[in-house]
């Protein structure tokens, strides 16, 4: 339609660490299937990130395909959002290169997620773990992306690319666009159900703190009833009751229902009550991604097709950009 306005583009990608936690999904992945409505996406497993950390190669692997699977399960539509694997888009690496070019010591050195892995993994500390933010940045600006659903730990990141995007553009004239971080307007920060002042996190010594998207349905169950609450017996938000606001955020996200509507609806019930009710909304979020999920990861030539499918759309943008920026640096094409 000639009037029709133009969607904006957005990029995003994860890395392939193992199973995502309810958290993961409620906090970022749900929103990616949203904004994969509204927007024109494109989504990357983002596993030449991932050996910035040793991985171990059939994990590393499996992981991968892992990701990309349950990427598909969540509903994102790989004919409408390109859905890609990064190291199969040969550009995201050169352009990395390129990028590192016009990028300081001094900026990567003050990335606060460098200087904690970096502490964390002390023994390993190489120039990829450094370098990460760089191919961030390859990542988003080779496809012109307008918008970038980020989480906190991420935004510093972003704002490095922006502001590597205006100082190549400073230079050789408009060649990136500079990407705006979004923030989800129903994004969830699920926390621990053990500890809810802290983030949820599958890297929790404490198995009981986190919900796994392949959890079964029992073991979802005897989760939520272990999870913390406290002695005031009321399902309402508030100031103290980190545990039941946890609950009460996790129940409104997989079923929609306000803050209000749920206190309305446990009034004068227990916290027994409430806590089988939001493990049932749980599991009943999850179960057609769970059964998606068993499918795709048994249907090896789906999954191929579908990541061979993505990559070529991918490349097809992110090589006009490449060759843009090569032209605009002086290489002879
Ligand atoms: N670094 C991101 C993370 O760990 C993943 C990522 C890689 C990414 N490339 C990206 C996110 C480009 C957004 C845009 O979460």
Redesign the pocket.
Known sequence: MENEVKKKRV?????SSGTPTLGNYLGAFKNWKNMSEEFDCAF?V?DL?AITVRQEPAKFRANTLGMYAFLLAIGIDPQKSPLFIQSHVHQHAELSWVLNCYTQFGELSRMTQFKDKAASHADNVNLGLFAYPTL?AA??LLYNAEL?P??D??RQ?LELARNIAERFNGVYGDVFTVPEAYIAKAGARIKSLQEPTKKMSKSDPNINSFILLDDAPDVIVRKFKRAVTDSEACVCYGEGKDGVNNLIDIYSCCTGKTRDEIALEFEGKGYGDFKMAVAEAVVEELRPIQERLAQYKSDKAYLEQCYRDGAQKASYVAERTLKKVMKKVGFVL
């Open positions: 990029l995003s990608a994860v890395q990357a983002a990130h961030m990542d988003i970038v980020v989480g730990d991420q990141h």
